[in-house]
C-alpha cells in the first residue's frame, strides 16, 4: 500500500515538475533563467516544484489594480496634461519613456525639498500629520512597535481623535514582527487598516516573494513623501550595528501627490478591497517651485518590464553625468549593459554603495558586478559613513529622482515600488550637493574580485546565483 503511494506521489512530483518546466520555457525573461529552471525542476523535482511555487512566478497575475475603478481620476489628471503641460523649454529630456511607464503625463507646477536623514523625513512627517484637516494615507514597507513606530502611532491615533480620516497600511513581509496589539490601538481609535494578515494576495498564493516595498504618505491631497526610510529606530540612526543611517525621503507638493495618491488608491483596494476615489480631493493646488514632475510606480503587476526600463531609460539619456546611490547593486544584463555603454560613450557614471553589510547575499552578489562595471570606466563607491539606504539617481542636470526602488532583480520584477522623478536643474542640484557630500565619506573601489578577501573572492560567484532573486 505505502509502496504504491510513494509511487503515484512520484509520479504526480514529475508530472507537476514538467508542466511548471514547459511553463518557465514559456514565460522565463532569458534563456538562461528557463534552462536553469527546465534543468532544476526536472533533475530535482522534490526541491524544484516548491521553490518555483514560490519564486517561479514572472508576473503577479493575482493583482487587482483598483484603476479600472478609477478612470475618471486616471481621466482628470491626464486632462491636466494640456493645462500643466512643461514648457518645452524647460524640458531638456524626453518624457515619453517615463510617461508610457507611468500610464500619467508630466506636468508643471510642482515642488519638492530633500529630507536627507530619518530625523529630517521625520520631523517633516510628524509636522504634516500634525496639520491634517481632512485625510491622511499612509503606507511603509517596515513599521515597528519601537520608540519611532509609537510616536507614529501616538500621531495617528491624534489625528483621528480630531476628526481626520486615516487610511494605514503595510506589507506583510516586511512588518511580520509588527504586533497585533499596535494595530488594534490604532483601530480603536478609528484608523482604518489594511491588516497583513487579513488580507487578500501573496499569501495565499504562493507569492510570498512579491512585496510591497512602498513608502507614502499623503496628507489631504496636498503634501506627499516618498523615500527609503521606513519606521524603525534604525532609521535614526540608533541602531548599535548599523550605526548612523543615510537614507533620504523627498517632500513634495503640486500634482505629483495626486500621482502619489492615486498609486494609494490601488493598492489600497487590492489590500482593503474599499474604493477610495470619491472620497479623496483631486483637485488640489500647484507649488510655486514650479518643477516638472511624474510619479512612476512599478510593480510585477505591471504588462512590461516597468523597473528595469525606467532605469535603462535614465541611463540613456544621460550625456554627460550618472550618479545612482541604491543598498544593493544586483543589476540585470539590459541594465549593465546600459551602465557600461554610458560608461564607454564618456558619461561620468558613478554607483554609491554602502560598506556595511545589512543582507549577505545582496551584498556579496554586487562583487561579482562591480569589475565589468569599472572596466568600462565607471566608478564605484563604498559608503563608510554608517549604512547606506538611499534610492536616488542624477542624470546630468535634467533629472533627479527619489524613491524606493533598489538597484537590484528584486526591485525590478518582485517588488511593488515608486520613484517621484523631477525634471528640473534645482531639484538636481540638490541631488547633487546631497551626493557629493555622501562621496566624501566614502572610498573609491579600486581592488578586483581576485585581489578580494578569500570569502568575497568565493562567495561571490555563488551568491550571484541568486541575483533573480536578490
Known amino acids: ?44 523535482p522534490l526541491l524544484g516544484v516548491p521553490l518555483y511555487l514560490f519564486l517561479g512566478h514572472h508576473r503577479f497575475r493575482g493583482y487587482r489594480i483598483a484603476r479600472k475603478h478609477s478612470e475618471s481620476v486616471v481621466e482628470g489628471i491626464k486632462s491636466f496634461a494640456d493645462f500643466s503641460k512643461p514648457n518645452p523649454d524647460t524640458m531638456q529630456i524626453n518624457p515619453r519613456p517615463f510617461e508610457a511607464l507611468a500610464h500619467l503625463p508630466v506636468s508643471r507646477g510642482n515642488g519638492a525639498e530633500l529630507l536627507v536623514d530619518g530625523q529630517a523625513t521625520f520631523d517633516a512627517i510628524f509636522k504634516a500629520i500634525d496639520a491634517a484637516q481632512n485625510y491622511i494615507l499612509i503606507q511603509f514597507y517596515i513599521v515597528r512597535d519601537d520608540a519611532l513606530g509609537q510616536q ?9 481623535n480630531r476628526g481626520v480620516g486615516v487610511r494605514f497600511m503595510t506589507d506583510a513581509v516586511g512588518s511580520y514582527g509588527l504586533p497585533t496589539a499596535y494595530l488594534d490601538a490604532l483601530r480603536a481609535a478609528g484608523v482604518e487598516i489594511a491588516n497583513p494578515s487579513d488580507r487578500r494576495g501573496p499569501q495565499y498564493r504562493f507569492q510570498l516573494n512579491y512585496r510591497n516595498h512602498r513608502k507614502s504618505v499623503i496628507i489631504d491631497g496636498e503634501t506627499g513623501f516618498i523615500g527609503g526610510h521606513n519606521v524603525g529606530v534604525e532609521y535614526l540612526g ?44 483631486w483637485a488640489g493646488s500647484e507649488s510655486d517651485q514650479n518643477m ?11 504588462e512590461t518590464e516597468t523597473g528595469a526600463m525606467m532605469f535603462f531609460a535614465a541611463i540613456t539619456e544621460a550625456k554627460e553625468r550618472l550618479w545612482i546611490a541604491s543598498p544593493y547593486f544586483v543589476p540585470d544584463i539590459d541594465i549593465m549593459t546600459a551602465l557600461q555603454h554610458a560608461a564607454l560613450r564618456g558619461v561620468d557614471v558613478r554607483i554609491l554603495v554602502p560598506e556595511i553589510v545589512d543582507h549577505r547575499l545582496p551584498w556579496l552578489a ?16 563604498r ?15 535634467t533629472l533627479a529622482a527619489v524613491g524606493t526602488t533598489n538597484l537590484d532583480n ?55 546565483l541568486f541575483a533573480p532573486i536578490l
Open 1 to 44: 500500500m505505502w509502496t504504491l503511494l510513494f509511487s503515484a506521489f512520484i509520479f504526480l512530483l514529475y508530472v507537476t515538475a514538467i508542466v511548471f518546466a514547459i511553463r518557465a520555457a514559456q514565460t522565463a525573461r532569458t534563456p538562461q533563467g528557463a534552462v536553469g529552471w527546465v534543468v532544476f525542476l526536472i533533475s530535482v
Open 152 to 160: 507614529l502611532q501616538s500621531k495617528l491615533i491624534a489625528a483621528a
Open 238 to 281: 540608533q541602531d548599535a550595528h548599523f550605526g548612523h543611517w543615510r537614507d533620504t525621503h523627498i517632500q513634495m507638493t503640486g500634482h505629483i501627490v495626486r500621482q502619489l495618491q492615486l498609486i494609494f488608491t490601488e493598492d489600497w483596494h487590492w489590500a482593503h478591497e474599499e474604493d477610495l476615489i470619491d472620497q479623496l480631493d
Open 292 to 302: 516638472n514632475a511624474l510619479l512612476v510606480a512599478t510593480g510585477p503587476g505591471d
Open 366 to 381: 554586487a562583487f561579482a558586478y562591480f569589475d565589468e562595471v569599472r572596466d568600462c570606466g565607471a566608478r564605484v563607491f
Open 383 to 397: 559608503y563608510t559613513g554608517g549604512f547606506m539606504h538611499q534610492k536616488v539617481l542624477v542624470v546630468d542636470d
Open 410 to 464: 528584486r526591485s525590478f520584477r518582485l517588488n511593488f515600488e515608486a520613484m517621484a522623478l523631477f525634471f528640473d536643474a534645482r531639484a538636481t542640484e540638490a541631488v547633487d550637493k546631497m551626493l557629493r557630500a555622501d562621496f566624501q565619506q566614502s572610498y573609491e573601489l579600486t581592488r578586483k574580485l581576485p585581489a578580494q578577501p578569500a570569502y568575497i573572492r568565493f562567495g561571490s560567484p555563488l551568491a550571484r
